[in-house]
């Protein structure tokens, strides 16, 4: 069965403190990685894919790398607007469905 | 602007009851789908459907309904049979018929309060 575990539950940091989110996925033939960003009371709104191992995307202060087992969000340099919950989700081979982690729950201080 | 309108936002009703809740796609997607999400879980699937007329139960589809009889409509109906009805409900779409290498475009969700 397909597993994603995020780490950790909760992230607080100061403003311009940067730091990492983790996402470990075991899933047999990985077809996408996804990371989102959830506000509250809202849907989830895409941020990246990545699809092999070694496999970097930007965005902003975000950066999203990817290796056999696990997926990194990278924020540097972090502002108070960056607060929200993260989600990874994994898709695997011939499947329909994405398979969620239950999130980073981030919060960025003055 | 295109995107995914899911209505109401809030709703509240008595136990026992049917409830839909609607989902409105102009992305011209062809997949669209139904997730519940509760503290401390990960989204979890309730149906999906990838075509017009054809829909597929997702892990946890008992005590729900769906329809798919316009490509940009996907209602899903809670029954009084779901045992713990009360969830923050999201729908999705996505460009691809399979999600494993598409990403999906949600909606901003309804919060259903069954009493």
């Known amino acids: 069965e397909d597993q994603v575990t995020q780490s950790p539950e909760a992230l607080r940091l100061q403003e311009g403190e940067s730091s990492s989110l983790n996402c470990s996925y075991t899933?047999?033939?990985?077809?996408?990685l996804f990371w989102y960003r959830q506000d509250p009371g809202k849907g989830p709104e895409f941020l990246f894919t990545?699809?092999?191992a070694g496999e970097e995307k930007e965005k902003e202060r975000l950066k999203a790398t990817l290796t056999k087992k696990e997926s990194f969000l990278h924020i540097t340099a972090p502002k108070p607007e960056d607060s929200a919950t993260y989600l990874c989700?994994?898709?695997?081979?011939?499947?329909?469905?994405?398979?969620f982690g239950t999130g980073t729950q981030l919060k960025v201080e003055l | 602007d295109g995107g995914i309108t899911q209505s109401p936002k809030y709703l509240f009703r008595k136990e026992g009851q049917n409830v839909t809740l609607s989902c409105e796609q102009n992305?011209?997607?062809?997949?669209m789908y139904w997730y519940r999400q509760d503290p401390g879980q990960g989204l979890r699937l309730i149906y999906y459907?990838?075509?017009?007329?054809?829909?597929q139960k997702g892990d946890i589809a008992e005590g729900y309904s769906v329809s798919r009889e316009k490509k940009e409509s996907f209602p899903l109906t809670v029954t009084s049979a779901q045992k713990n009805p009360t969830a923050f409900y999201l729908c999705?779409?996505?460009?691809?018929?399979?999600?494993?290498?598409?990403?999906?475009?949600f909606g901003n969700g309804t919060r259903l309060t069954v009493t």
């Open positions: 990545l699809y092999s």
């Open positions: 999705a779409s996505s460009i691809q018929r399979g999600t494993g290498n598409s990403p999906l475009h």
């Open positions: 899933v047999s033939g990985l077809r996408g």
């Open positions: 992305l011209n997607h062809d997949a």
């Open positions: 989700a994994v898709g695997e081979g011939g499947g329909n469905k994405l398979t």
């Open positions: 459907s990838q075509i017009v007329n054809d829909f």
